[in-house]
């Protein structure tokens, strides 16, 4: 009898997803449920995925990207049909953006009623394909386990990205046998590994570019190592400090870039970034992009001679920056081979080389010129009197060190300069695409992924404002995480109006840039169980962070700054 009951035993689609997703090696997955999805979630969940449900698909999706960019698997997002759909868009567009893998797993109407107006009913196939590598349908149960497999190696595979899974309801609903479902898993996951087995590279100029790179440097006069998340991601943070301290020449991170060599390091060049990009002669790119963040490579910023040497997963990206030389590769395989050719005919910058002294002077005079203004106590508070106590704070919890997680315009900016990171993969923000309200997503991603360490979110109170509903996920899951909001009554402070813009019929309305002042931000946190404090001076900030840190529990500390403290954001005026 039990042989007769095993034999009749059938599998569902969400069952089989949940299965699929588990034998590819998927351990965490977010998102929000509904129809038809919320059995694929609680299937999952038994075959050994995590489920962490969210309030909003947005937050769940910027989580899924962070996910991949911490851990280099897919994070995996998991919405219901139609409207969770699009809203799941602001995640895969951001992970691809940032060329971060996530697979994006959606139920969807039924296939016999597309077209008839059926509940939630949406092209999710054309919707997804302009933000996604790939974007595939499951058309029966049968196609389930194999494309699976397949969007999540597309989603690493040469730059990552953003893939998508379409599982109409008729689909999840279908049955086989168990013995078809373990089939077809076990054959997904051999297709997968054949394709995945390394074969030589077919890009016979490697080692061409190799030697050229090494000659450039050991040649250059001024010569600068920037390297970018591509570099965190690919986990080249050894080959990278080794190849930092063994030739001596100064380094510029990128903001995600920040601690694969520590921030500490005495050829740090962020202090000195000006003179670091305007006067090298050869940079060594490594894992960045040369976009918006890097002034795209060109005159003013850069000098017109300047010989980039551009290393990168992606050839299209070398092509269309048609570098003096240009590596395809990952990060740390050829920063490996860079120091092995170095090593066989080795040269080290010396501490009194010109340009290492131009920089690392440069560098110290701006340092004492920052913590001048970081060493006076300023209240009401201005954004360098929390965020040196903070920086502080920080610092004080040593190794493993806290993931920081930072958005907002003045918050995140002032930010980027004081706080300081020395591991890698310690700073998540709003990223190549500039994108607010990543940050709930990205703590709770931190949170799972890196348990060992407490997460801390230093957050503007519209950053914060994006999603703040999810710290009702943080208590829910007992997750250590401190999120600090930066309340300065709006976007970059309130009301930065002239005289001439307060006219017309709704004058007397708040401006677009106003929130409500002093908003109880805290209490949103007390609502739900967790800890809130609300902070007006440094004791009450250094006393607010050293019990919540110590406690590792979801807190939310409310910092009252200046509204006329900050400026429109950052360095980018010109954009608005």
């Known amino acids: 009898m039990?042989?007769?009951?095993?034999?009749?035993?059938?599998?569902?689609?969400?069952?089989?997803?949940?299965?699929?997703?588990?034998?590819?090696?998927?351990?965490?997955?977010?998102?929000?449920?509904?129809?038809?999805v919320t059995s694929l979630a609680s299937r999952a969940a038994a075959a050994g995925v995590r489920f962490l449900a969210f309030r909003n698909e947005q937050s769940a999706g910027y989580a899924a990207a962070a996910y991949g960019f911490l851990t280099g698997s897919p994070g995996v997002l998991l919405t219901v049909s139609g409207p969770g759909c699009v809203h799941g868009l602001a995640g895969l567009s951001h992970a691809t953006a940032n060329a971060w893998p996530l697979l994006m797993v959606s139920g969807?109407?039924?296939?016999?009623?597309?077209?008839?107006?059926?509940?939630?009913?949406?092209?999710?196939?054309?919707?997804?394909?302009?933000?996604?590598?790939?974007?595939?349908?499951?058309?029966t149960i049968a196609d389930?386990?194999?494309?699976?497999?397949?969007?999540?190696?597309?989603?690493?595979?040469?730059?990552?990205?953003?893939?998508?899974?379409d599982i109409p309801s008729d689909v999840l609903h279908q049955t086989l046998p168990e013995s078809e479902a373990a089939a077809l898993i076990a054959a997904a996951a051999a297709a997968d590994s054949a394709a995945s087995d390394p074969s030589p590279s077919k890009h016979k100029s490697l080692n061409e570019g190799i030697e050229k790179a090494a000659d450039l440097l050991r040649r250059a006069e001024r010569p600068l190592v920037v390297f970018g998340k591509g570099a965190a991601y690919a986990r080249a943070e050894e080959a990278i400090r080794k190849l930092v301290d063994t030739t001596g020449i100064p380094f510029l991170p990128t903001p995600m870039g920040k601690g694969v060599v520590p921030d500490s390091h005495p050829l740090s060049a962020t202090a000195a970034r000006s003179l670091a990009i305007g006067q090298c002669d050869v940079a060594l790119v490594v894992g960045a992009r040369l976009n918006w963040l890097l002034h795209f490579g060109e005159p003013p910023k850069w000098s017109k001679d300047v010989k980039f040497i551009l290393v990168d997963v992606s050839e299209?990206?070398?092509?269309?920056r048609k570098p003096h030389v240009g590596i395809v590769g990952d990060a740390k395989r050829v920063i490996e081979l860079i120091n092995r050719e170095i090593k066989d005919n080795p040269f080290c910058l010396a501490r009194s080389h010109p340009w290492v002294e131009a920089i690392t002077k440069k560098a110290k005079d701006n340092v004492l010129k920052m913590e001048a203004q970081l060493a006076k106590d300023v209240v009401p508070f201005n954004f360098m009197t929390p965020l040196r106590i903070i920086r502080d704070a920080i610092l004080a919890e040593g190794s493993p060190a806290p993931v920081v997680v930072s958005e907002g315009a003045n918050t995140m900016d002032v930010g980027r300069a004081v706080l300081v990171q020395n591991e890698p993969r310690t700073r998540l923000d709003a990223g190549?695409?500039?994108?607010?309200?990543?940050?709930?997503?990205?703590?709770?991603?931190?949170?799972?992924?890196?348990?060992?360490?407490?997460?801390?979110?230093?957050?503007?109170?519209?950053?914060?404002?994006?999603?703040?509903m999810e710290v009702e996920t943080l208590v829910r899951y007992q997750l250590p995480v401190v999120v600090i909001v930066f309340n300065n009554n709006g976007v970059y402070g309130g009301d930065r109006r002239s005289p001439d813009e307060i006219t017309g019929p709704?004058?007397?309305?708040?401006?677009?840039?106003?929130?409500?002042?002093?908003?109880?931000?805290?209490?949103m946190m007390e609502a739900f169980g967790g800890k809130g404090y609300l902070v007006e001076t440094p004791d009450e900030l250094k006393s607010a962070l050293s019990e919540s840190f110590r406690a590792r529990k979801p807190a939310v500390i409310n910092v009252i700054i200046d509204p006329y403290a900050g400026a429109e954001s950052g360095r980018m005026q010109h954009k608005n």
């Open 432 to 468: 190549t695409w500039g994108t607010m309200g990543v940050g709930l997503g990205y703590c709770i991603a931190a949170a799972v992924a890196e348990p060992e360490r407490l997460v801390v979110a230093v957050e503007g109170d519209s950053g914060f404002g994006f999603s703040a």
């Open 316 to 320: 299209e990206e070398i092509e269309l």
């Open 144 to 165: 389930i386990p194999r494309l699976v497999f397949q969007a999540l190696a597309a989603a690493v595979s040469g730059r990552p990205g953003g893939c998508y899974l």
């Open 2 to 36: 039990a042989s007769d009951s095993a034999a009749a035993a059938t599998v569902d689609g969400s069952a089989l997803a949940g299965r699929a997703l588990a034998a590819a090696g998927t351990r965490h997955m977010f998102g929000v449920v509904g129809i038809p």
């Open 108 to 139: 969807s109407c039924d296939q016999a009623d597309a077209g008839r107006g059926d509940f939630q009913e949406l092209d999710q196939i054309a919707a997804t394909k302009p933000f996604a590598k790939l974007a595939v349908k499951a058309r």
């Open 506 to 523: 709704y004058k007397d309305d708040p401006a677009p840039t106003s929130f409500v002042p002093a908003a109880g931000y805290h209490k």
